[in-house]
């Protein structure tokens, strides 16, 4: 059997605090709560748009995520211009949000695509990315993609 149309479908997170990073996402990605769970010990909420799931949030795990271990490298989000990166820019700047790179950075040297690096509550790793727009800013890192190594 040929596996046909194969898509990434949800993204499933642990994190140490679901109202916390359920108001992140919801403020960041305008994410609107598709269902949840709210029993001691099995809360979860799962987060989309349009009546389509995106985003789990599993409240199951304590500490910060482990960047030096094996797993989970990064989550990117692709918009459509680089004016809506710089709109969800200026809204996690009003989070105080902790970026990686200065601003909106191109993914490579000569690339135009590019975005903002950032982490979630727990330090779980984002990147919100447009696939033309930024070609006309330095890129951070040289002879490697930028989203590897933030």
Known sequence: MTITALQTGHIGLNVTDLGRSRGFYQQVFDFEVLGEGKEPGREFAFLGRDGKLLVTLWQQSEGRFATGQPGLHHLSFQVESIDEVREAERVLRELSVTFHHEGVVPHGEGADSGGI???????????????????????????APTCGFF
Request: charged share 20%; net charge negative; proline share 11%.
């Open 117 to 143: 690096f950032f982490t979630d509550p727990d330090g779980i790793r984002l990147e919100i990315y447009a696939p033309s727009g930024a070609g006309a800013a330095e890129a951070p890192t040289t002879g």
